[in-house]
């Protein structure tokens, strides 16, 4: 673990200032469909293939098919992954413009 400066920072007295963000609520949208590792497992799977089906995803995780759906579900709603349906199948992939734009966001802290 590295040292932390001996130099000491000396807190403000002066009220805090917070500038509008316009990307605020899209990053918080993005931000929360990968916040939690099963959906993280999913986004890394499904950007190492050019698409998946919904049962090799389950196959994957150790988690139920319902489990997995409500994830899904959610990186869905985000717009991070998308889905189509194949048959009684559901082909799901990386929407690559929104993925993009959560590492922007993500950079930009």
Known sequence: MAKRSS?????SSEP??????????DFAKL????AHPA???IVRLL??????????????????QST??????ILK??????GEVDGPKVCYCINPKQLEK??????GL
């Open 68 to 73: 997995v759906s409500q994830h899904l579900k």
């Open 47 to 64: 950007i190492g293939r050019e698409a998946c089906v919904c049962g090799e995803i389950v196959n994957c995780l150790p988690l139920a």
């Open 16 to 25: 805090a200032k917070l500038t509008a963000d316009p990307t605020a609520e």
């Open 39 to 41: 959906r993280v497992q």
């Open 31 to 34: 931000a929360w469909a990968i």
């Open 102 to 107: 959560l590492k922007a966001f993500v950079n």
């Open 77 to 82: 709603e985000s717009g991070l992954i998308q």
């Open 7 to 11: 130099t000491k920072k000396t807190c």
